[in-house]
T-cell receptor
Framework: DQQVKQNSPSLSVQEGRISILNCDYT??????FLWYKKYPAEGPTFLIS?????DKNEDGRFTVFLNKSAKHLSLHIVPSQPGDSAVYFC???????????FGTGTRLKVLA | DAGVIQSPRHEVTEMGQEVTLRCKPISGHNSLFWYRQTMMRGLELLIYFNNNVPIDDSGMPEDRFSAKMPNASFSTLKIQPSEPRDSAVYFCASSPSTTPWTGTSGGIETSTDTQYFGPGTRLTVL
């Protein structure tokens, strides 16, 4: 049973436009959420995180939004750049554990 | 720092053979994680260690899988015997913290430590 779901396996966006990647979770015990980016033949790298006491966290072109009532988070990339083309994984963690539960990933392609 | 080091980067073996994947975490990191990536299930946590002690191995799929961490700078994931369905990319990650993510207290956020991933080992079992 997938506790963290990324329902869009792929997304294509024009350079300069906004990319929106979505993630849903089912476990109400999750209180910390992360996004990782992965390039081919490399390991995932941390991008941005948010805890349940916030509904928004921003880092440069990247913003993560959290809607706890809907158990939904999203990653916004503005403006999108060709170098952002990668697979993006959403992950969630519950208090008292180191465990990250990852989604299946969304492949983002930014078209020049 | 060299980051998390994994070997081999690629492994091709035949069904029934023993496979050993190796990981060297970042120096000073106290937690180590083994993940498996497949198209269908994404990144699955197999097992994690804290201070060389296995804390949670509930993600280990079968008794054919075993993991050890004999010291702070080395860990192995072994599959014996291997099967074609074990074909995947296996990642090792490490994290500096010794204590779990504690959530929030009195409205003040406490944060967990980031996990740093190695480049992965692509395993193909024929």
């Amino acid at each position: 049973d997938q506790q963290v779901k990324q329902n869009s396996p792929s997304l294509s966006v024009q350079e300069g436009r906004i990319s929106i990647l979505n993630c849903d979770y089912t476990n109400s015990m999750f209180d910390y959420f992360l996004w990782y980016k992965k390039y081919p033949a490399e390991g995932p790298t941390f991008l941005i995180s948010i805890s349940s006491i916030k509904d928004k966290n921003e880092d440069g072109r990247f913003t993560v939004f959290l809607n706890k009532s809907a158990k939904h988070l999203s990653l916004h990339i503005v403006p999108s750049q060709p170098g952002d083309s990668a697979v993006y994984f959403c992950a969630a963690s519950a208090r008292g554990t180191y465990k990250y539960i990852f989604g299946t990933g969304t492949r983002l392609k930014v078209l020049a | 720092d060299a980051g998390v080091i994994q070997s081999p980067r690629h492994e091709v073996t035949e069904m029934g053979q023993e496979v050993t994947l190796r990981c060297k975490p970042i120096s000073g990191h106290n937690s180590l994680f083994w993940y498996r990536q497949t198209m269908m299930r994404g990144l699955e946590l197999l097992i994690y260690f804290n201070n060389n002690v296995p804390i949670d191995d509930s993600g280990m799929p079968e008794d054919r899988f075993s993991a050890k961490m004999p010291n702070a700078s080395f860990s192995t994931l072994k599959i014996q015997p291997s099967e074609p369905r074990d074909s995947a990319v296996y990642f090792c990650a490490s994290s500096p913290s010794t204590t779990p993510w504690t959530g929030t207290s009195g409205g003040i956020e406490t944060s967990t430590d980031t996990q740093y991933f190695g480049p992965g080992t692509r395993l193909t079992v024929l």
